[in-house]
């Protein structure tokens, strides 16, 4: 901490992964709602080639080039070392030590994170990787009961028919490349030509991709907060005025399509049944911090779980806050609660063995 006893953050943007201008248009609105009464705010930025760029404030941090937001190339590059020191790759002198982590960014950090020293807001490593692989998530959502979506896995080199995947899964269908975020590299398809170039598209961008039955339904989600014990928000929400599905495009280029419903108008019953529903994922795949969860409401009432997001937008205006700010949750409280989150997760680990016992065998 600093002389004034605030919290020193390391804001991280960026990363290496598809959704890095996503991250760097959402680190300004999420800079502004720290209470700088209680944090210092450092803002990192992690370039396309795994670069830690630094900066104070997300004015100098940003850039546009080529008409795209960017990160400024002329910022200092800093190698994050042990217990958070942010040292100057050409001074090698330190220019900030980070009290706690606060990835903007969906990429794989948490082990490098982890290795820090440092606390870090949001699931380790184990539940971000369970997380992000939609395929996992849904094998051990089904081993443990819940309701999923029926089908399929393609690995790189395996193939399948139009024709036996719609026998077994019937039309639409969707294919999704396993484990990416923001709809990137998501496709409806109803008939062969079209499903022969989702498949061809889809594995560009992983190695592994999903075909999934298309299912007819409202798309609720819940926002769960917690660790060990965590807690669903009171309301769901709903996203409403769909052309198809919740594109990328739909969440972050239109104004008229995928409107935010909360709450979402259904039966109390159906609320709780939902919220626990979420809850207990959440904990079977090991989330901490903070998730998403998303479900498919069927027209007869009925609820599969489509995914989970462990690493959810936290700007004002989309979901996860605004379902906690509808749950008598304010944004500046619920920032504050995952660092308090991720403080006590930190000092638990902490207190952990690293060493053997005595062992007499």
């Known amino acids: 901490m600093t002389g004034s006893d605030k919290i020193t953050i390391g804001l991280i943007c960026g990363g290496q992964g598809l959704e890095h201008e996503v991250d760097l248009f ?7 709602a720290f209470d700088r009464n209680r944090y210092e705010l450092v803002l990192l930025g992690v370039d396309k080639s795994g670069v830690w760029h630094f900066a104070l404030d997300s004015e100098s941090l940003l850039t546009t080039i080529d008409n795209k937001i960017a990160l400024n190339p002329s910022l200092p590059i800093v190698i994050p070392r042990y217990q958070g020191q942010l040292i100057d790759q050409e001074s090698q002198s330190c220019l900030a030590k980070v009290d706690l982590f606060f990835p903007v960014a969906d990429d794989p950090l948490q082990s490098f994170l982890q290795s820090l020293d440092v606390p870090y807001v949001g699931a380790d490593s184990y539940g971000s990787a369970i997380a992000r692989d939609k395929d996992v998530t849904k094998r051990l959502l089904r081993d443990h009961g819940f309701p999923i ?13 139009f024709h036996e995947v719609s026998q077994q899964l019937g039309l639409p269908l969707f294919v999704k490349a396993c484990r990416l975020g923001s709809s990137i590299g998501v496709f409806k398809v109803t008939e062969e030509e079209e ?29 769960v907060l917690g660790n060990e014990f965590p807690q ?7 996203i409403t005025q769909l052309e198809g599905f919740f594109t990328f495009e739909a969440k972050y280029l239109s104004n008229h399509q995928g409107q935010i419903q909360i709450p979402a108008l259904l039966e109390d019953h159906l609320v709780q049944k939902m919220r626990e529903a979420a809850v207990s994922a959440f904990v079977l795949l090991e989330c901490e911090g903070l998730a998403r969860i998303d479900f498919f409401l069927k027209p007869d009432g009925s609820f599969v779980i489509l995914e989970i997001n462990s690493s959810p937008g936290l700007s004002k205006h989309l979901m996860y806050s605004k379902l906690w700010e509808f749950s008598n949750v304010s944004h500046n409280e619920l920032l504050d609660r995952l660092i308090k989150l991720a403080m006590d997760r930190y000092q638990q680990v902490k207190k952990l063995r690293t060493t053997p016992g005595d062992l007499t065998f």
């Not at 979506?149 to 028919?161: D, K, N």
């Open 26 to 32: 959402a680190v300004k609105e999420l800079e502004s």
């Open 195 to 223: 499903f022969n170039r989702a498949l061809k598209e889809a594995f560009t961008y992983d190695r592994k991709v999903l075909i999934e039955q298309a299912i007819e339904g409202r798309e609720i989600e819940c926002a």
């Open 232 to 238: 669903a928000a009171e309301v769901l929400g709903e």
């Open 149 to 161: 979506i029926p089908y399929l896995t393609l690995r790189s080199g395996q193939t399948v028919s």
